[in-house]
């Protein structure tokens, strides 16, 4: 469980949502908050942060350039540490933190810390304010976004899927594939638009994750090519740095910001201090995977970086970014010409 509360197991259960504690929404309509617009709107100045890694500290550090009061939460103390040098205000408890904020974000691993942080015992739905919106910028799996957006009707709370499309270092200019409730995407949308330059509603609750997931495979495939390509290069007596350099230098269509980003990480052999692990992109592909093996359309290109992904996580690299798995393909030829 990552250092999450560890009871996922019994609030999460295929196709059923259980819920810790005792408080069950009475007299209101599904989908309606309680407070006035006025109150809601200056709770949405008050943002929580659950999961305060790159990403987390990403969006904190520009919630607090304009102003607003940050909390945060995190299980890992070096992550906790980092935040409070920040300025966020740091809290002990998802509880306190749920208390505390108007508007709840996620930055969690994947479904199985989303669940026990959501529905857990001590978790964010028993201390939300009828009325504050919750939203999962993680990458999960859109079952269990819906799973978790129908737990938090219960009690009053709007519960939002909205992903991140970028890197940390572009925060301000991501996209953001929003799933839920309409009326509650457009309240929190102006608080969105500090961190995203694009925020669009996709749809019911789940649609968010969708997108999110087909961009991860596309993000795995390139990836992998690259890894397979550096390590070919070395195979056949080119230098992997050399290559980069060489291919970045030509302007062609073949060179993305990820190649960029990855083929300089290759070049300077620095995997540590990571953009993305190599464990996040496995769970995002396999993820992606088996939602579209779910739907009847089992993925060629998709299960082939499935097995490399999880390849190079039973080599050791799963701490590692993303770049260093063209280490992993020389390990697999091992032995070969």
Not at 70 to 85: I, L, M, Q, S, T
Not at 95 to 104: Q, V
Request: with cysteine.
């Amino acid at each position: 469980m990552s250092g999450y509360p560890a009871d996922a197991a019994q609030v999460l259960q295929p196709g059923i949502v259980r819920r810790a504690g005792g408080r069950r929404s009475v007299g209101r309509r599904a989908g309606t908050f309680a407070g006035d617009d006025g109150a809601q709107r200056n709770a949405m100045k008050t943002v929580g942060i659950v999961g305060t890694g790159v990403m987390g500290r990403a969006v904190a550090a520009t919630f607090l350039e304009h102003g607003l009061a940050v909390h945060g939460y995190d299980a890992f103390a070096p992550c906790v540490a980092k935040a409070a040098e920040l300025g966020v205000t740091m809290h002990k408890s998802l509880e306190a933190l749920a208390r505390a904020s108007g508007c709840i974000i996620l930055f969690l691993p994947g479904p199985a810390e989303i669940a026990a942080c959501v529905l857990g015992s001590g978790g964010l739905l028993e201390a939300a304010a009828p009325g504050t919106v919750i939203v999962d910028m993680c990458t999960s799996a859109p079952e269990n976004t819906r799973a978790m957006a129908e737990a938090a009707r219960e009690w009053d709370v709007a519960y939002l899927d909205a992903p991140v499309l970028g890197r940390p270092a572009s925060v301000g200019k991501w996209a953001l594939p929003v799933g839920g409730d309409a009326e509650a995407c457009s309240r929190v949308e102006p608080l969105l638009r500090l961190i995203a330059a694009h925020v669009v509603h996709m749809g019911d609750s789940g649609a968010g994750h969708k997108v999110k997931l087909l961009n991860q495979m596309m993000f795995g495939a390139i990836n992998a090519m690259t890894a397979e390509m550096m390590a070919v290069a070395e195979k056949v007596g080119v230098a992997p740095g050399r290559l980069y350099d060489v291919i970045t230098a030509s302007q062609a269509g073949t060179v993305s910001n990820l190649f960029r980003e990855l083929g300089r990480r290759v070049s300077d052999e620095r995997y540590d201090d990571p953009t993305f692990t190599v464990a996040l992109l496995a769970k995002d592909v396999h993820l992606g995977v088996e939602m579209a093996e779910g739907a009847g359309a089992p993925p060629l290109l998709g299960r082939a970086v499935d097995f490399l992904n999880r390849t190079s996580c039973a080599q050791g690299f799963g701490g590692e970014d993303t770049s260093v798995m063209w280490k992993c393909m020389g390990n697999l030829w091992k032995g070969g010409r």
